[in-house]
Structure formats: structure tokens, C-alpha cells
């Protein structure tokens, strides 16, 4: 039984509406996991150990399968191997599914030793990924600039990007990447976002078929409309984020993920909280 979008879904389709005389496709986002390499470790009063483990156990137990699962990033708050590690044992029912970029709390040399059999390069190049799902193209790019918080994407990328759209013959593209092309509406939020998103919005407007684009980031569940794009965001499977005041701020909102759904025409997505609040953050 496919669940019903919230209002958050605003340029995708009711699951309802989807083709199911076709198949559909079901993909799972999960971000900004800020997982520690001490277990009971807390970000801000916030296991997020704990709280990604919630996650996974809520899925498995309330939804239907999933065909892939996107990790967008963020997936270690403290970059140290052994939370890779524990990220990746945490994530072991979804192994064989598994794709993912980095955030800016990663590091992509550890991010990339952790999940070798899923993530292609060497040592610190950019983490990408594209995978074929019917007539759609899903592409995860790489945002993340060492030691930064904002993220970039610069000409060499978008020149890939273009190659391969160029090259391809989806008719429809799903990106996948960190850090928001466009503002939040947050005035703390928006100046830590993403430089060269002129260029990237640019060669989107161009391309109708790029349908869907999917970040992370902000900690709280967004969407908007440039073109005939939508541009969501996602909550954290950890801490949340309130976008509201100057400066840094938490919400008291329990962890969430996303859905995202394909037939051969069109894409329905929503955001999943799970049902209970169940730690609440401190402030300083
Ligand atoms: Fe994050």
C-alpha cells in the first residue's frame, strides 16, 4: 500500500496518480546521519547514533521495500573511521542498494574505504553516482569542499553532468546532491549553501527532463519550484534544524526520511517523520 505525499510534495505527483499499471520504483533518501564513533555520543543532546538506528528500524518495519537507497551526505559528524564504520553496519539491510555523495561533514577518503564495494575512484576524488531506473536517470554529484561548510560545484562537474546528460538517453533526471542550489528562506541557513549554483541552475533550465533534485543540508524539509524543476530538501535522520531566527537554531522535531517514487512518466515524494519525538535538543 503506497502512502499518501504530505502538502510538502508540491510539483510531484499523489502516489496515487502514478502509473500502476507500470512499475514503480521506490527510492529512500536518508541525510546528514552525523553519526559519532562513540555510540552514546550526542550532538547538541541528540544521539545521533541512536537516532539513525530509530530510522532504519521504523523503515524496515512500516514501508515496503525499497528498490535504492541515497545517503546524501553528512553521513559522520566527526569523520573518524570508526564512525564509517558504524554508519555502514547501521546501513546493512540496504548494502546491495546503496549510493551516495558527501556532505561537508565527510571525509571522502574514509567515506570511500567504508563503502569500497559501493563507491568507485580513488582516495579523495569526488564521490558521484548514476544508475538507470526505467526511462529515469538518477545522478548524484559531489558538493563537498574540505574544511568548508558551504559547497561548491565548479565548471569541471557541471561539464560532466552535461556529458552525461548529453550522452544519455533518459527522459527524465532525478540529481542528488548535498547542499541546496536555491535559499531556504533561512537567514542562518542560506549563506552556508552552494556556490556555482547559477551555472548548475543554468544547464537545468536548460534540460526539461531534470525533474527532481534532492539535497540535504538544512536539517528540515523544503521544496520549491525553479522551471519545471522541484527542489526538495530533507530532514535529518539525527538533529533537526529550525530555519527560523538569525542565528543557529534546533527544532524539536523527530527524525525523518524521504520517498521518492518513479513510474515511466512521473515522480510522487514525500517526507516521513517517525511518530515520536523522542529526544529534544539542547541549546547553549
Ligand atoms: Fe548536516
Redesign the pocket.
Given at each position: 500500500m503506497l502512502k499518501r505525499p504530505n502538502d510538502g510534495s508540491a510539483f510531484g505527483f499523489p502516489s496515487e496518480l502514478l502509473q500502476h499499471n507500470t512499475a514503480v520504483t521506490r527510492i529512500l533518501q536518508l541525510t546528514?546521519l552525523?553519526v559519532f564513533s562513540e555510540a552514546g555520543q550526542q550532538l547538541k543532546g541528540i544521539p545521533t547514533r541512536e537516532c539513525l538506528q530509530d530510522v532504519v528500524d521504523y523503515i524496515m518495519a512500516n514501508e515496503e521495500p525499497f528498490d535504492h537507497v541515497i545517503v546524501t551526505?553528512?553521513h559522520t559528524h566527526d569523520e573518524l573511521p570508526e564512525s564509517y564504520a558504524a554508519v555502514r553496519e547501521i546501513l546493512t539491510p540496504w548494502h546491495d542498494r546503496l549510493w551516495q555523495v558527501p556532505?561537508?561533514?565527510d571525509d571522502r577518503i574514509l567515506l570511500r574505504s567504508a563503502f569500497s564495494d559501493r563507491i568507485s575512484g580513488e582516495s579523495d576524488e569526488q564521490i558521484r553516482f548514476q544508475f538507470a531506473v526505467g526511462p529515469w536517470l538518477c545522478v548524484g554529484l559531489d558538493t563537498h569542499v574540505p574544511g568548508e561548510v558551504p559547497g561548491n560545484i565548479e565548471a569541471g562537474q557541471l561539464k560532466w553532468l552535461k556529458n552525461l546528460l548529453k550522452d544519455s538517453p533518459a527522459e527524465r533526471v532525478a540529481l542528488f546532491f548535498h547542499h541546496p542550489p536555491v535559499d531556504v528562506n533561512s537567514v542562518w541557513m542560506d549563506p552556508i549553501g552552494l556556490s556555482g549554483r547559477e551555472q548548475l541552475l543554468e544547464l537545468v533550465r536548460d534540460d526539461r527532463r531534470i525533474k527532481l533534485i534532492c539535497c540535504?543540508?538544512v536539517?528540515h524539509e523544503f521544496s520549491g519550484i525553479v522551471e519545471h524543476t522541484e527542489i526538495v530538501t530533507t530532514p535529518?535522520t539525527g538533529i533537526q534544524f529550525d530555519p527560523a531566527g538569525d542565528t543557529p537554531n534546533f527544532a524539536t522535531a523527530a527524525p525523518g526520511y524521504r520517498v521518492i517514487e518513479f513510474d515511466s512518466k512521473w515522480f510522487a515524494t514525500h517526507v516521513v517523520r517517525l511518530p515520536e519525538v523522542k529526544f529534544i535538543p539542547v541549546t547553549d
Open positions: 546528514d552525523h551526505g553528512d556532505g561537508n561533514h540535504g543540508h536539517h535529518a
